[in-house]
């Protein structure tokens, strides 16, 4: 069951929103990652295939899973007053 907020959620002005939207966002992406990479290796290996794309696109996507949360944990801005950019 989602958190319980205590007035109505406003992306734009509402940090502690932010946050939460995005680290679900990551639950998310976390999650498609797990549920087709696991998929796809499992059949590799079940179907004996020569599936030679399938290391690089698992790294691939590992790595864009990486920036996410490099983003969300680092770089994201969740202060009350983000900066505007030019």
Do not use: C, Q
């Not at 959620?9 to 498609?32: G, I, S």
């Amino acid at each position: 069951m989602p958190p319980r907020w205590p007035r109505e959620p406003d992306r734009k002005n509402d940090p502690a929103y932010r946050k939460l939207e995005d680290r679900m966002n990551f639950a998310v992406h976390v999650a498609t990652f797990a549920l087709f990479n696991s998929g796809l290796w499992f059949f590799h290996n079940f179907l004996s295939t020569n599936w030679e794309w399938l290391p690089i696109f698992t790294l691939s996507w590992l790595g864009i899973l990486v920036s996410h949360l490099i983003y969300i944990s680092v770089i994201a801005d969740y202060s009350d007053n983000p900066t505007k950019s030019t």
